[in-house]
């Protein structure tokens, strides 16, 4: 049993008991909702009566279904509509600050709490969206929960919960240039699998972690649930205080010493113990590029999908599978491999230091002909300061069209989609079956900058030939 | 609130890995406000493939009520609508290889038991139902037992889910309610609650 780890002390400090059941209940210092896992949330609380308990505690902001072309009301969707006109009573109803189009906050839930510094170092966090693990990057224990458990923090602001194992993973290393953060997560995920962190936290540490940026780490924690691990963290440094201080919601000036001290004795010890340990060597990474139907089927850029023998015997059926929904072949490279859409954006990919990459590599060239290309910015903020630099320039020049905030292509729940089969380069963070909007839509997940050079290509690329 | 120890009914194989909470309920299907009507589109994507030959579909499963399923069941997304899709079809409970810990979290606070037994009794009991689907499947989670034919397995939960749905207290709001005085307790030592914020200058009480 793990001890001494940020998420034992967190767990330990936000205990307000134990259930007769055995769980523990365990208090949620930030709850963030959207309109899609809320509502009927908040219709079992008026069914019961019961108010929400801790209203301040609670931020609200609309991402799911709002479309990136024409955000204005009513929306012609009429059931987006309907879900918009739900989260705008409820919020008001019951209290709760909520973030709508236009405020200039709203965006992607896992965006806007990072950016406004609602997002900090030894809270809890809990949101309906199995995403919530992209907090942890500030060292917050931050996990996903259905609408029943939304209703419970809710009521509560508590949570009953096990408490989960810790796995600590190690990068250490130099990442060589046109590999970035969703390479290493990518990279972390095929190795240890989409089923290897279940009943485990993450904790991500190591010199390669500890050299990337906030946004960077955010990348990694936000696809922690994708290595089935329901929340990943790592340790709060002066990487991370630096990014909070100033925040609107970051301490004030004269509580901020303090803060720092409290935050920085919130990490792990040096001595910590942990139920498991792995590491990876950064300079083994390549860009990576998913060729199958989960997070954990990908493959460096140079290398070939790999044949049924030489994967592990659980892993065989569902590669047959990718074979034959993705009509992608083993011994085949990705490279080269046509594709129709490309789409930049998502909460694991739609933050400022994403656009810039794949600016970078947009700059001075064209989308090739017949591709469809779209940039979706993480949140009202997000756009605004990519125009202030003249991003949206660089990208209109290139032919990729800009859009407005919100989570779009990621799961498709807007009039953004695919088509029949057609398959997309996507910065996003799911390569189901039918994810992108289409029953036989295929997805590549890979980083952003690599969907710029796939877009510019016409077809998968490496992106180290466009720096 | 009503105790959830012995189920017993018909059951469902639905062999395959890491089949995500996407395939259970597509996105499309979560525009809406209330669970109702969701079970009639469970895996709608996936059956409209099979045409017919979903196991969903197949006339000799329906009215089960146990589903039996492999490793990584429910991967994904944390949407509720999936295993409520799946409840509304008729499902009471799952049996499988593993689930995933949202999905595993909803279904409990849902009522809707997971149960894990390792992969040879998992594929023994799919073969099983294919080869005889009329059968009854028996769920003691008193013994943590799973009967059918002439045989009985031990199967697994975490002590904590279990408890709550034998105890009946699988929805586990009001509970969590009750304790609002230890809750305002553990609050006041939450030293980030009480710092004033940046943009505000005064202190966010709790």
């Known amino acids: 049993m793990s001890r001494g780890t940020l998420f034992d002390k967190v767990w330990d400090l936000h205990t307000v008991g134990t259930l007769p059941s055995g769980q523990t209940q365990l208090f949620i210092g930030l709850h963030l909702i959207h309109e899609v896992t809320s509502p009927q949330a908040f219709a079992m609380l008026r069914e019961r009566g019961l108010p929400v308990l801790f209203p301040e505690r609670t931020v609200a902001t609309v991402d799911h279904i709002v479309p990136t072309e024409n955000q204005a009301r009513p929306f012609a969707d009429t059931l987006a509509e309907d879900m918009m006109r739900a989260l705008e009573r409820n919020c008001q109803d019951f209290g709760v600050r909520f973030y709508n189009i236009g405020s200039g906050n709203q965006g992607i839930v896992h965006v806007i709490a990072p950016e406004q510094g609602l997002t900090q170092p030894g809270m809890t966090i809990a949101c309906g969206d199995s995403h919530t693990s992209t907090h942890g990057a500030f060292g917050a224990i931050a996990f996903g929960i259905g609408t029943s458990q939304v209703r419970d923090v809710l009521a509560s602001q508590t949570l009953a919960l096990d408490k989960l194992k810790v796995r600590r993973i190690e990068v250490n290393g130099n990442l060589v240039p046109g590999v970035y953060a969703k390479d290493v997560i990518l990279h972390i995920i095929r190795h240890l699998g989409v089923k290897g962190g279940v009943g485990y936290a993450y904790e991500y540490a190591g010199d390669t972690i500890a050299r990337l940026s906030m946004e960077s780490r955010m990348t990694v924690c936000n696809m922690s649930i994708e290595g089935g691990a329901r929340c990943g963290y790592i340790n709060p440094d002066a990487v991370t205080f630096a990014y909070l201080q100033d925040r609107d919601f970051a301490p004030a000036a004269g509580q901020w010493e303090q803060a720092v001290a409290w935050w920085t004795s919130m990490a792990s010890e040096p001595d910590a113990v942990y139920d498991d340990q792995v590491s990876f060597q950064a300079e083994t990474i ?21 044949h049924p023998e030489a994967l592990p015997p659980d892993e065989r059926a569902i590669a047959e599978e990718a074979y034959h929904y993705m009509d992608l072949l083993p011994g085949q490279k990705l490279l080269g491999t046509k594709v129709d859409v490309c789409f930049i954006g998502s909460c694991t990919n739609g933050r400022l230091s994403d656009l810039q990459e794949a ?68 910065s996003s963070n799911r390569n189901f079956k039918g994810r992108q909007g289409s029953a036989a839509g295929r997805t590549l997940l890979m980083s952003p900058a690599m969907v710029a050079a796939a877009a510019i290509r016409g077809a998968v690329a490496d992106v180290r030939e466009f720096l | 609130m009503s105790s959830v120890s012995l189920l017993q009914g018909r059951g469902l194989p639905l062999p395959g890995n890491d089949i995500d909470t996407d395939r259970i309920i597509p996105a499309r299907f979560l525009r809406c406000i209330t669970f109702e009507g969701l079970g009639e589109h469970v895996f709608t994507d996936d059956r409209a493939q099979a045409a017919g ?51 595993a979290g909803n279904c409990l606070a849902m009522g809707v038991p997971c149960v894990t037994a390792g992969p040879e009794i998992i594929q023994r009991l799919q073969t099983a139902l294919e080869t005889d689907p009329t059968q009854t499947l ?22 904590g889910p279990r408890q709550m749905l034998r105890a009946g207290t699988w929805d586990a709001c009001g509970q969590l309610v009750a304790q609002t005085d230890a809750i305002r307790a553990t609050a006041g030592r939450l030293p980030y609650l009480h710092w004033g914020s940046a943009a505000q200058g005064s202190a966010q009480s709790a």
């Open chain 1, 359 to 426: 600016a970078r590599i947009a700059q001075g060239r064209c989308v090739a002909p017949g591709i469809k290309a779209f940039v979706v910015p993480g949140s009202e903020r997000v756009k605004q300061q990519a125009e202030a630099e003249g991003l949206h320039e660089v990208f209109l020049a290139s032919g990729f069209e800009w859009r407005d905030p919100g989570c779009s292509m990621c799961l498709a729940m807007n009039p953004d989609k695919l088509q029949g089969r057609e398959i997309s380069a996507s």
């Open chain 2, 138 to 159: 028996r769920l003691d989670l008193d013994h943590l037992t799973l009967t059918w034919g002439n045989q009985q397995v031990s199967v697994y939960m975490a002590e």
């Open chain 2, 53 to 103: 030959r979903h196991a969903f579909d197949q006339p000799q499963y329906q009215g089960a009520s146990l589903l039996v399923v492999n490793a990584n069941f429910g991967c994904g997304s944390s949407r509720e609508h999936a295993p409520q899709a799946i409840a509304r079809w008729g499902i009471r409970a799952l049996i499988g290889e593993s689930f995933a810990e949202i999905f």
């Open chain 1, 286 to 306: 390549s860009p990576t590029v998913t060729w199958g139907i989960t997070p954990g089927q990908g493959v460096g850029i140079d290398e070939t999908i790999p």
